[in-house]
């Protein structure tokens, strides 16, 4: 099981990198939710699809790097890394963080809590 769990989360990586919204929700169970930072807890594909834009829409040459996967059982922490340039302010932003997921029998995400740190990612979108 570990080797399609890793498996997964390179094709999680790669669904990031192409730029196609939908590759990302692909990745989530009917009725799968993700919540960023505490914030609003985004239910199914078509939310998950517009966040993915919003992602995409603000750094338009978007990669998203898999910096490692743990795994406990059903539960995975998937490290990465953002990298882009800011569609507005067309600086570059590096970022930091995780996903906490919890992943059906299929290897779908139920539910992912991802981190990152928010001020340095603004600081880093502004430019200071």
Known sequence: MTNAIEDMARAYEAAW???????????????????????????GHEAITEMAAGFYAA?????????????AGDHVVF???????????KN???AAG?????LTPNLKIQSSLGWFDAEDYQ???DGA
């Open 17 to 43: 990198c192409s730029g196609d919204p939908m590759r990302v929700a692909d990745h989530f169970a009917d009725g799968g939710t993700i919540q960023i930072n505490r914030g609003d807890v985004l239910k």
């Open 59 to 71: 750094f338009p040459d978007l990669k998203v790097i898999c910096d490692g996967v743990r795994i």
């Open 79 to 89: 490290l990465w890394t953002l990298e882009g340039h800011h569609a507005e302010t």
């Open 92 to 94: 570059f932003v590096r």
């Open 98 to 102: 995780w996903e906490e997921w919890t």
């Open 123 to 125: 600081r880093q979108i």
